[in-house]
């Protein structure tokens, strides 16, 4: 359930006055699902940088051992550009789901 533009398993990895790192925490599955737009929204943040999988890591990618929000791992975004306009086969256009983490910015 999308709530303010995230369900209610999201974490804030990293944030400051350019930008944010924000990542999933829920099991994978396309029930948790994000609008990156309206979960940096209320942040402060206008638009969107790139986006990616967690490697089943909260605030980290595959291979960092144990990340978390008070000890994040490696920020990467392995899909890219986020696009609003984008089909990610996750219910609608500019929507992204499972495992995933994308970066806020100014």
Do not use: K
């Not at 990156?36 to 051992?65: M, Q």
């Amino acid at each position: 359930m999308l709530t303010g533009g995230r369900d209610e398993e999201t974490a804030v990895c990293r944030a400051d006055a350019n930008s944010a790192w924000l990542a999933s925490t829920g099991d994978f599955g396309a029930s948790h699902r994000y609008d990156p737009v309206a979960a940096c929204a209320p942040l402060g943040y206008g638009g969107i940088g790139d986006f990616g999988g967690t490697g089943a890591s909260v605030c980290g990618a595959g291979g960092d051992t144990n990340p978390s929000c008070t000890n994040p791992g490696t920020e990467a975004y392995s899909s890219g550009a986020y696009d609003p306009e984008e089909d990610y086969s996750c219910g609608a256009p500019g929507i992204i789901c499972n495992l995933v983490q994308w970066e806020c910015v100014a």
